[in-house]
């Protein structure tokens, strides 16, 4: 059976060959609704950073060697944010000068208000200055055509903070993958309904588009398949239209757990159909008419959790962006622990921060079915397959929940 870590190989390489810069479709979005797409196009500079000496501080632009403890400068100006400089700092003089504002001519250094005082028509300096002191010199930050944000890279604040500043206002980013979702089984009910006493409500086909919104897919969720060959061949068929495909439930060992089947008759080539992990062993990965194909196991936190590990990284290549390793933070355990060896256990688990310190406790849980208790759990505590037993204070491994911590 697969490690996570060799899931997720396997899973990188066939999106490599599906997913690659030249086979993505491309659109153009304003700048103000690119948050979380990504870019095809590097964006460059447009001028150079800053376009000038730019001040960093509220103060004096003097010649740095004229200043000395207790120098005394004449004032001659003022410079805000914005001027045009136009006086130049002779020897013996000074001109007022504003955060953000251009240097003028013959100043070398800017000294900070608060190390100066004024009397009458001059200020009076306290201590030395240096040359250059508070002062970011002409292109410094970039220069003219430098590449400030890099192909593939995922539109966040700072990135549309970057674009604003170059006036690209308009850019070219990877179209979002349309990913269809397909719950399966007989005793699911949309969650409008009322459920019959034996049935369940369809909160899956609501955490997985929750999910697939979140990692920048668009969620196609379609109608709950039966637990019928004829149904999931139809649904699944629907499903392959999309760019990739999640389905729950029906891929257990159970007599109805037909996706597997149903996915093989429709030609899919399987590259995993077990990984060594709990909750969420029963995972699928195939590649069906060019399409990645996720079958997920139906228990609610098997799927989360498995779409979280696998899924999410198939959609995060679909939508050009680079892959990314897990983000595991350290945290301190905050009770002792033992589990079973053999499967790499992702425990719904709470983190908090009670003396400072990022503490992880596990929740109590009914196993993989029990919504209630991951509700409660802002991240999923990460035990190796190889180990049992935890003491109370070790560093171990913690996987967020990204949409709420
Ligand atoms: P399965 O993987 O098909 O054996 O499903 C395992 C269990 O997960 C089922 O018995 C249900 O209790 C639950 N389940 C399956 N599909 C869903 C769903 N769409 N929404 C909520 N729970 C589900
Ligand atoms: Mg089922």
């Known amino acids: ?56 501080r509220d103060g004096y632009a003097v010649r740095a060697s004229d200043v000395a403890p207790n120098a005394k400068l004449k004032l001659i100006g003022e ?20 955060t953000g ?19 009458a028509d001059t200020i009076v300096f306290d201590r030395p200055a240096l040359a250059g002191q508070h002062i970011v010199p002409r292109g410094r930050e970039a220069a003219e055509g430098q590449v400030l944000l890099v192909r593939s890279a995922r539109i966040g604040f700072a990135e549309i903070a970057v674009a604003a500043q170059v006036g690209a206002i308009d850019l070219q980013v990877y179209r979002k993958p349309r990913v269809a979702i397909l719950s399966t089984g007989d005793e699911v009910v949309s969650a409008e309904e009322k459920p019959g006493d034996f049935q369940i409500r369809n909160s899956n086909a609501y955490s997985l588009a929750a999910q697939v919104t979140l990692r920048g897919g668009e969620p196609v969720v379609l109608v709950n398949a039966k637990d019928t060959e004829q149904d999931l061949h139809e649904k699944i068929a629907r499903g392959l239209k999309e760019d990739m495909l999640v389905l729950s439930g029906g891929v257990s060992a159970g007599k109805y757990d ?28 195939a590649i069906c008419n060019g399409k990645p194909v996720f079958g997920l196991p139906g228990n609610p936190i098997s799927t989360m ?13 679909l939508s050009g962006a680079q892959a990314k390793p897990l983000a595991f933070l350290d ?22 921060w009670p003396d400072g310190t990022p503490t992880i406790a596990p929740l109590k849980w009914q196993g993989s079915g029990d919504l209630a208790a991951v509700a409660k759990a802002n991240c999923f505590l990460y ?18 929940r990204r949409d709420v911590l």
Do not use: W
């Open 331 to 352: 945290a301190r355990l905050g009770e002792s622990l033992q589990e079973k060896t053999g499967l790499a256990h992702f425990l719904p688990a709470r983190l908090t």
């Open 258 to 285: 037909l996706v597997e089947k149903v996915l093989r008759d429709l030609g899919a080539h399987f590259h995993f159909d077990a990984v060594a992990i709990r909750p969420g062993k029963p995972t699928v990965f």
């Open 101 to 119: 504002a251009a240097v003028p001519q013959g100043a070398d250094a800017v000294v900070m208000i608060e190390h100066t005082r004024s009397e």
């Open 79 to 98: 410079l805000k944010a914005g001027d045009t400089p136009q006086i130049s700092v002779a020897p013996g003089t000074c001109v007022q000068i504003m």
């Open 1 to 56: 059976m697969r490690t996570f870590e060799e899931a997720r190989r396997d899973i990188t390489r066939e999106l490599g060959l599906i997913a690659h810069p030249g086979a993505l479709k491309y659109e153009s979005v304003s700048l103000r609704n690119s948050l979380g797409r990504v870019l095809v196009n590097e964006i460059r500079a447009d001028r150079l950073y800053p376009p000038f000496d730019r001040s960093l």
């Open 383 to 400: 035990i190796p397959a190889d180990r049992s037993k935890f003491e109370c204070g070790e560093t171990v491994s913690v996987l967020p």
């Open 305 to 317: 959790v498995t779409f979280e590990l696998f899924a999410s990284l198939a959609l995060e290549l």
